[in-house]
């Protein structure tokens, strides 16, 4: 799931390393008002022309393109338009130095190359052929939207018999991987499975991979439909004991699933909400802004803002949101031309920006979605778990939240369990804030892998 921070107006950040040539990656630190968020520029030059392009591994954005890139006696110029940003640094020995500049707002900013180039962190779990078990590659089409999906299929060896969970990714188009700062979940998820005698089917999700694109109008009821899709192509296969297992967003689009086909048997949450998403968004919110170093006005007063602009959205009865919206909204961002020495034209781009993001189909289904709903009409087995570290998803709240109304369906068949020490991509963490998921060399705990294993073998 996707952190939050359309409507928190919060700065970026980052560490740094070192090093010479102007070409490979560069980490540098924006910091404002004690808010951090790691930026990497990684610049390389083909014949005489140069590219680059931004990581924000706190945003979970990675190989963002700069349209322009030039580089003169040791000046450097990074210029992307498209999201009013610039950067202008000079290159003084093992550094560059420099100032940022997005939206009107002006921030020192130095940038040193990371050690080696762009060697990256260490995935120990992530799983290396050659695979002793049977792997798949698949395609098959989504009736409902008439999309086409592309997966890999792997199965334990030398079964006959034994349960297959289809993998549903969190926020955002992901690769069948559900790959997210290099690290591979789904593909240690399937290797270890596979090896435990469980078969995973995980798949591309639209306009990724082998995927066929999908509609700007998208939402997660869309998305709920290809899952759907996915467990009647194993159902057509062969197999009977089929589950569902999703990650943040794909934890409340398992639900979904389970009580709009019947061949569903088992459904898995991890970190998936069990909140009003307007509820779980503000803890959210909250939670993000605080590893951030906001101080408790801060968060008061972005809590509020964000108060107002859900109820808005979650209310609206008129026929052009956005317009209506951007009205609406248009007195809070006069504010900033004030407060931030934005000017009007930067102003406007702004509220543009962001009234774009909130205002688009997929978010509005998201914000005004309920999982009770769902979960109350869920009376097959459930697993649910959640770290207690996790920031984006609040553990302690959200698995309260599914508990209940798995009571309400009178299902006696649940598992929940709040698993100590783990982040919201279930690493085992020390903050649980996102801008430790890139540093973290484990992919996924392994008492997740196996809390999850020993679950479905022992039904």
């Known amino acids: 799931m996707k952190i939050n921070t359309i409507l928190l107006f919060l700065y970026l950040s980052c560490q740094s390393l070192l090093a010479q040539d102007i070409q490979g990656s560069w980490e540098g630190t924006l910091s404002s008002q004690g808010r951090q968020l790691p930026l990497i520029f990684t610049i390389q030059k083909t014949g005489t022309v140069f590219q680059s392009t931004l990581d924000s591994p706190t945003q979970g954005a990675k190989g963002i393109p700069i349209q322009e890139t030039i580089f003169v006696s040791n000046e450097l110029q990074l210029n992307a338009p498209n999201m009013n940003l610039k950067y202008s640094g000079v290159l003084n020995g093992s550094v560059i130095e420099g100032t940022f500049v997005q939206n009107g707002a002006s921030l020192p900013l130095v ?54 969970v289809v993998l549903i990714t969190g926020s955002g188009a992901q690769n069948r991987n559900s790959e997210i700062f290099n690290h591979q979940p789904f593909a240690v998820i399937a290797h270890d499975f596979a090896q435990k005698g469980i078969g995973v089917l995980r798949l591309d999700d639209r306009g990724v991979g082998g995927s066929s694109k999908g509609h700007p109008e998208d939402t997660s009821a869309n998305f709920a439909t290809d899952i759907s899709a996915a467990v009647d192509f194993l159902a057509s296969k062969g197999f009977k ?37 307007d509820r779980m968004m503000l803890l959210q919110s909250q939670s993000v802004a605080k590893t951030q170093g906001a101080t408790a006005s801060q968060i008061a007063a972005s ?79 459930v697993l649910a778990l959640n770290g207690s570290l996790d920031v984006q998803v609040k553990a302690t709240e959200n698995l309260a939240g599914i508990k209940a109304s798995l009571e309400k369906a009178g299902n006696k068949k649940a598992t ?41 073998l022992k039904r």
């Open 241 to 277: 004991n089929i589950g569902v297992l999703g990650h943040s967003e794909g934890g409340m689009i398992a639900p979904i699933v389970a009580t709009q086909n019947k061949k569903v048997q088992f459904v898995i949450s991890l970190a998936g909400p069990g909140l009003p998403i």
């Open 416 to 456: 929940i369990q709040e698993l100590p020490g783990l982040n919201h991509l279930f690493q085992e963490a020390k903050t649980g804030s996102a801008a430790e998921y890139a540093t973290i060399e484990q992919t996924i705990s392994p008492t997740v892998l196996n809390t999850i294993s020993d679950w479905i």
């Open 111 to 164: 940038l040193k190359k990371m050690k080696e180039g762009l060697k990256m962190v260490a995935h120990p779990q992530q799983p290396q052929p050659p695979f002793d078990y049977p792997i798949e590659e698949v395609t098959f089409v989504n009736p409902k939207d008439k999309n086409t999906l592309a997966g890999t299929l792997t199965l334990p060896k030398n079964k006959k018999e034994f349960p297959v």
């Open 303 to 381: 809590t509020a803002f964000n108060e107002k602009v859900y109820a808005y959205i979650i209310n609206y009865t008129g026929s052009n949101l956005k317009t209506d919206f951007q009205r609406y909204i248009k007195p809070e961002f006069d504010k900033l031309v004030q407060n931030q020495g934005l000017s009007e034209s930067q102003n406007q781009d702004l509220m543009t920006q962001q009234t774009a993001a909130v205002t688009n189909p997929w978010f509005v289904y998201f914000l005004k979605f309920n999982p009770d709903l769902y979960w109350s009409k869920v009376k097959i087995p």
